[in-house]
């Protein structure tokens, strides 16, 4: 967390209902061969439908409204039942188009981004990643997870982003900026650990390739408990 920073003045604590669920699917899908990854089916529904659901179904409420954010097909993506909105700023800028997209088309005060490609995302995201920003008074709340029996890393797509940080995250990808790391190291960030005994160590698991996507159908034969 940046500590120097003051909570912002437009700063209000999220409330359920109140968060808008952003499914971030447009990216290339370079490693799947340039495929709409969002769009590939895992266990008989598209990826991105396996992140809405779990978005609709956040304990506690949280969130309110979704909007998928796809940049090809949109019908296909608009048949998944909620809006679907293309990126706000040219050139494939990468994930944190998508997160300035949300924040464009949200009317909520707080959005939760997670990517298509996670579709075992945990059910407490939303939760954990509130009760971290309200403690903290934070802008932003980021997911870290642990990763091949390591330490929790950070997952900067899941997050969640203060609708009032909306125009600082416009003006840092108006000058160049791409990274989410190098963006959230200028907001009030925290970043949350999903590493309790009780956490799915596959909820956080990532489909970048066809094999990988092929190896959670299989892994992932018995679905995850719903928490
Ligand atoms: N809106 C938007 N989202 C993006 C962009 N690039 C990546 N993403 C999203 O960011 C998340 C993580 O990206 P990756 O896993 O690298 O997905 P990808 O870019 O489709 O795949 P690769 O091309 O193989 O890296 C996914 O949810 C993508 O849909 C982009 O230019 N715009
Ligand atoms: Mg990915």
Known sequence: MTAALAPHPHWSAPVPGGVTGVVLAGGQGRRMGGIDKGLQTFRGAPLAL???L???????????PC???????LAAYEALGVPVWPDVVDGSAGPLAGMLTGLVHAATPWVLTVPCDSPLLPLDLAER?????????ADVALAAAPQDGGAPRPQPVFALIGAHRLDDLQAFLQSGGRKIDAWTARQRCVVVPF??????????????????????????????PAR
């Open 50 to 52: 396996h992140a809405l």
């Open 54 to 64: 779990r978005l609709q179904r956040q304990r506690g409420g949280w969130i309110g």
């Open 67 to 73: 909007l998928i954010n796809a940049n090809r097909h």
């Open 129 to 137: 990643l509130a009760q971290a920003v309200t403690a903290a008074q």
């Open 195 to 224: 590493d309790r005994p009780d956490d799915d160590p596959m909820a956080f698991a990532n489909i970048n390739t066809l094999s990988e996507l092929q190896a959670l159908e299989t892994a992932g034969a018995v679905p995850s």
